[in-house]
T-cell receptor, first 117, second 111 residues
Framework: GAGVSQSPSNKVTEKGKDVELRCDPI?????LYWYRQSLGQGLEFLIY????????KSGLPSDRFSAERTGGSVSTLTIQRTQQEDSAVYLC???????????????FGPGTRLTVT | SQELEQSPQSLIVQEGKNLTINCTSS?????LYWYKQKYGEGLIFLMM???GGEEKSHEKITAKLDEKKQQSSLHITASQPSHAGIYLC???????????WGAGTKLIIKP
């Protein structure tokens, strides 16, 4: 079946512009995660959606970052007034469920490579 | 600073040799996940470990979670070029449901 897809695969933008990154999770997966991966670094948690619950936004680095998930499926990560330090690979993952104690395996998309010039 | 320490940061191994990658936490791990990432691609799930002493294998890759649930090792037997990539460990280590991640181990296989 189809995996997690993300678009665009690459995005080059000028400093100060807004960007939108899209994630299509695996159908039926209730949990959706956004991560940021900078060169040589591990994954930085950004935001987590679980079903209809309020999202966990605690990882968003500033108020320039926001995300929404429409209809419990597609998610959009928006970065306003982009800065050069926002340059990174943005990864989306989905999971079928969360037990309340631990996560089940996450399925990752190929990522969007964002370059802010 | 990384809450999960992976070692080594990079590894060059002759094809056919065995290797081990470690993932260490100062906190008790409630779930430990191993993923593999190839350049320009997303992460591919390898294995998940939950119980102290648990060991899982997939093809030539074996992962273990120690009894105290603070360290995991990933062992590859008779390495092949297809094993090359970046190996990341992730873990549930807190009372919330955020995962923490190691910085990754870059594995290069020399033919």
């Amino acid at each position: 079946g189809a995996g997690v897809s993300q678009s665009p695969s690459n995005k080059v933008t000028e400093k100060g512009k807004d960007v939108e990154l899209r994630c299509d999770p695996i159908s039926g997966h209730t949990a959706l995660y956004w991560y940021r991966q900078s060169l040589g670094q591990g994954l930085e948690f950004l935001i987590y959606f679980q079903g209809n619950s309020a999202p966990d936004k605690s990882g968003l680095p500033s108020d320039r970052f926001s995300a929404e998930r429409t209809g419990g499926s597609v998610s959009t990560l928006t970065i306003q007034r982009t800065q050069q330090e926002d340059s990174a690979v943005y990864l989306c993952a989905s999971s079928s469920r969360y037990s309340g104690t631990y996560h089940y395996e996450q399925y990752f998309g190929p990522g969007t490579r964002l370059t802010v010039t | 600073s990384q809450e999960l320490e992976q070692s080594p940061q990079s590894l060059i191994v002759q094809e056919g040799k065995n290797l081990t990658i470690n993932c260490t936490s100062s906190k008790t791990l409630y779930g430990l996940y191993w993923y593999k990432q190839k350049y320009g691609e997303g992460l591919i799930f390898l294995m998940m470990l939950q119980k102290g002493g648990e060991e899982k294998s997939h093809e030539k890759i074996t992962a273990k979670l120690d009894e105290k649930k603070q360290q995991s090792s990933l062992h590859i037997t008779a390495s092949q070029p297809s094993h090359a990539g970046i190996y990341l460990c992730g873990a549930d280590a807190a009372s919330n449901y955020q995962l923490i991640w190691g910085a990754g181990t870059k594995l290069i296989i020399k033919p």
